[in-house]
């Protein structure tokens, strides 16, 4: 993901979007809505924030996609995903990083900040489960 800065958000208020959509169909009816969560941060906020957290370093080490995709590879990742999770960052533009206001206006309240997510989360990240994706 390089050093770009994205609007991480809680799936959670992804749900709770989609339900109030659903909850009121007519009033959505051919809109979009781009679902960010408050700030846009980069990998090496988010790392740490981790470390923080979890009272150990964790770093964010930002790789060429090529070289990305080499590490997961190695790291016995099937091939199709290390091709997907190298180009992801490629699917971005710095528009698309744009904190937007559309997730709070559809919850009614404040889309939740990175910093709740990992209080909320807190217990799972300690029990080492952040490691789960691979």
């Known amino acids: 993901m390089g ?31 781009a679902l960010t969560g408050p700030a846009a941060l980069a990998y090496a906020d988010v790392a740490a924030a981790l470390s923080s957290l979890l009272a150990r370093p964790v770093a964010y080490e930002a790789l060429e996609p090529a070289s990305y995709r080499s590490a997961l590879l190695d790291a016995d990742v099937p091939p199709w995903r290390a091709d997907d999770l190298a180009a992801i960052a490629s699917a971005y533009s710095d528009a698309d990083n744009e904190p937007t206001p559309a997730l709070a206006e559809l919850l009614g309240r404040p889309a939740t900040p990175f910093s709740a997510f990992l209080a909320d989360h807190r217990d799972t990240f300690l029990a080492g489960a952040s490691r789960s994706h691979l």
């Open 3 to 33: 050093v770009a800065r994205y609007p991480l958000v809680d799936t959670r208020d992804v749900g709770a979007a989609a339900a109030a959509v659903l909850r009121d169909p007519a009033a959505h009816a051919g809109a979009t809505y």
